[in-house]
């Protein structure tokens, strides 16, 4: 069984930045596809960033050149960067695992990510 847990949420003014972390346990990161996504009031849930068992990483075209996924091996965490953000990056961001897109098998509670202006 794959747990995870978010951490690293909170409020941050326009073009600040937010780190995000998610703890895995049950898995280590090289054996399975991690991924964050996000989904904002009345909008439905999208992809933001993937990493890979091999460590390969996509990301969506919106957070391209702001957002970065890594591993943390020594912490068995996915962490992402956020720098430069907008208010359109307002949302709840969940780490999820074992999966690839907005399809994945497991999920966090979420972190809520809120960009004032």
């Known amino acids: 069984q794959v747990q995870l847990e978010e951490s690293g949420g909170g409020l941050v003014q326009v073009g600040g930045s937010l780190r995000l972390s998610c703890a895995v346990s049950?898995?280590?990161?090289?054996?399975?596809?991690m991924g964050w996504l996000r989904q904002a009031p009345g909008k439905e849930r999208e992809f933001v960033a993937t990493?890979?068992?091999?460590?390969?990483?996509y990301y969506a075209d919106f957070v391209k050149g702001r957002f970065t996924i890594s591993r943390d091996s020594a912490q068995n965490a996915v962490v992402l960067q956020m720098n430069n953000l907008n208010p359109e990056d307002t949302a709840v961001y969940y780490c999820a695992a074992d999966g690839t897109g907005r399809d994945y098998a497991y999920w966090g509670q979420g972190t809520q990510v809120t960009v004032s202006s």
């Open positions: 049950g898995r280590t990161l090289s054996s399975i596809a």
């Open positions: 990493i890979g068992r091999s460590g390969i990483t």
